[in-house]
T-cell receptor, first 114, second 114 residues
Framework: GAGVSQSPSNKVTEKGKDVELRCDPI?????LYWYRQSLGQGLEFLIY????????KSGLPSDRFSAERTGGSVSTLTIQRTQQEDSAVYLC????????????FGSGTRLTVV | AQSVAQPEDQVNVAEGNPLTVKCTYS??????LFWYVQYPNRGLQFLLK??????LVKGSYGFEAEFNKSQTSFHLKKPSALVSDSALYFC????????????FGKGTTLSVSS
């Protein structure tokens, strides 16, 4: 597609359940990033995939969070045993392979844990 | 560690007046600096970037930013604000180093009144 697509756009889940968030980057973009946007916290870096290199997972807040990128394209962010503090907007971005080119962001998934 | 600070949570200006949204950074090497804008209910959009060269960078929608190495700042400016400029603005930084994602500030809400 023409832009970065994220699904679902909204997700409400019960505390303790697992959730999967999907990101479909722009075709040909080798770099993919996940960020979390919480009120008053700005954008928090989570994880970064670049081509076939090992991902930079340094931003994942706990071992309940994981992400994978299959075939160098679609990425899934999984949150296990969700907690209320996980409620946020999860943003995905892709780029042509370097941050100097600028990111293209998706519209995000708003996750609410009740 | 690299970091970026936006000291103002909110900036209020009247339409037609100049605007400045402040950003300071802390990195150990040469910085790559960016500004992104987030309009209500929309994803983040790239505004402009500084990589190297002229300290005054021009971007989308009439915005510009000035890189000041001695003050470690990268303030966003526009000579004449529009009501439609009202949005959330994020400054971001990356050290000139491969395999590193952007670090974003907490954001500044710009409100332009008519």
């Amino acid at each position: 597609g023409a832009g970065v697509s994220q699904s679902p756009s909204n997700k409400v889940t019960e505390k303790g359940k697992d959730v999967e968030l999907r990101c479909d980057p722009i075709s040909g973009h080798t770099a993919l990033y996940w960020y979390r946007q919480s009120l008053g916290q700005g954008l928090e870096f989570l994880i970064y995939f670049q081509g076939n290199s090992a991902p930079d997972k340094s931003g994942l807040p706990s071992d309940r969070f994981s992400a994978e990128r299959t075939g160098g394209s679609v990425s899934t962010l999984t949150i296990q045993r969700t907690q209320q503090e996980d409620s946020a907007v999860y943003l995905c971005a892709s780029s042509l392979g370097g941050t100097e080119r600028g990111y293209t962001f998706g519209s995000g998934t708003r996750l609410t844990v009740v | 560690a690299q970091s970026v600070a936006q000291p103002e949570d909110q900036v209020n200006v009247a339409e037609g007046n100049p605007l400045t949204v402040k950003c300071t950074y802390s990195v150990s090497g040469n910085p790559y600096l960016f500004w992104y804008v987030q309009y209500p209910n929309r994803g983040l959009q790239f505004l402009l970037k500084y990589i190297t060269g002229d300290n005054l960078v021009k971007g989308s929608y009439g915005f510009e930013a000035e890189f000041n190495k001695s003050q470690t700042s990268f303030h966003l400016k526009k000579p004449s604000a529009l009501v439609s400029d009202s949005a959330l603005y994020f400054c971001a930084v990356r050290v000139n180093q491969a395999g590193t994602a952007l670090i974003f500030g907490k954001g500044t809400t710009l409100s332009v009144s008519s």
